[in-house]
């Protein structure tokens, strides 16, 4: 008996297919796929949503002193010449950062395995770097999934069958969070 269903797909394929479906299901909450890879990918979501429950209030707050540029009414550094030259002014500011405990790193770091990185397009703007944001997925796991799912012991996905493919009769189902 296999460990895993191999999806006609050779390994780099995949898991990167995997990886993938983990990651637009984290973002979104839900996929229509399959039902061998919802399954998969369900063997490879459980787990995270597990992890970011158990570690969600693994971490303390620490203030820190961080220097930042001073910026004028425009929004620009201000500079000011010392010994000839153009130096940029800072000042000290006072932040809130929250620090990981060892095991939340290491948390942190398991689910960075898996999930790729998210840059969200606004859907009326031109695609430009400007307008793009990056989203966090692994705070979005530990701030939200962590919390939701932290008095439930497993079971954190859904499998609903809805159809047939038409080209090659594949069920085809809804995998999402609960």
Known sequence: MAEYR???KKTKLRRALLRNQAT???YKGRIVTTEARAKEVQRV???????AAKEKDNFE???VQA???KKDANGKRVKEVVDGKKKTVYETVEKKITKDSPSRLHAR???LKVLYPVVEVPAGAKATKKNTKKVDLVAKMFNEYGKK???RKGGYTRIVKIAQRKGDAALMVVLELV
Request: hydrophobic share 45%.
């Open 6 to 8: 191999k999806l006609g």
């Open 24 to 26: 637009q299901l984290i």
């Open 45 to 51: 979501v459980e787990p995270l949503i597990a992890l």
């Open 61 to 63: 707050e620490v203030t």
């Open 67 to 69: 220097k930042t540029p």
């Open 109 to 111: 770091r398991q689910m």
């Open 149 to 151: 799912y932290a008095d």
